[in-house]
């Protein structure tokens, strides 16, 4: 299966983001997503081995970006005086208008003659940030998977 496949197949198109960061080993980026489905809803873990590089920007408009520490909490809403601007509290992202897999830029070649490997580029655009990560391969686990009963009418 290629790394296109694999991501099709957990395709975030449309998802939230719930959490990303490298892991403990420092070689590979973890991205946690949550895919809503008919079937069920899936948290998945992807983990792109071999991470070379990772490019993070916000996006949140700066009349709507504010470090008051309320909107770190969404239950906090409806407080008379709950500031204005982005709730950071939601803890996630949706990737929407959703993201690219690239395998051939000038960038990747030189890398790929650097160190002798396949490298991938791919960059999610969520509505809250950019997300940019290359990297040699990709791992999908699904972590948790919640089916959903058939509803009688």
């Known amino acids: 299966m290629t790394v296109k496949d694999k991501l099709e197949k957990y395709d975030l198109f449309d998802q939230s983001i719930i959490r990303h960061g490298m892991l403990e080993c420092i070689r590979d980026y973890e991205v946690i997503g949550y895919l809503l489905?008919?079937?069920?809803?899936?948290?998945?873990?992807?983990?792109f081995?071999?991470?070379?590089?990772?490019?993070?920007?916000?996006?949140?408009?700066?009349?709507?970006?504010?470090?008051?520490?309320?909107?770190?909490?969404?239950?906090?809403?409806?407080?008379?005086?709950?500031?204005?601007?982005?709730?950071?509290?939601?803890?996630?992202?949706?990737?929407?208008p959703g993201w690219e897999l690239k395998e051939d830029t000038e960038e990747l070649k030189i890398l790929e003659k650097t160190y002798?490997?396949?490298?991938?580029?791919?960059?999610?655009e969520t509505n809250a940030y950019h997300l940019k990560i290359i990297f040699h391969d990709i791992e999908i686990k699904e972590l948790n998977r919640i089916e959903k009963s058939a509803t009688p009418f």
Not at 37 to 47: L, S, V
Not at 56 to 85: N, T
Not at 116 to 124: N, P, S, T, V
């Open 37 to 47: 489905g008919m079937d069920c809803d899936t948290e998945a873990q992807f983990i």
């Open 49 to 96: 081995k071999g991470c070379i590089k990772v490019d993070y920007k916000v996006i949140v408009a700066s009349e709507h970006y504010s470090m008051d520490e309320r909107l770190l909490e969404l239950d906090r809403q409806d407080e008379p005086d709950y500031p204005v601007g982005f709730i950071w509290g939601v803890n996630y992202a949706l990737v929407y």
């Open 116 to 124: 002798g490997l396949k490298f991938y580029e791919i960059f999610f």
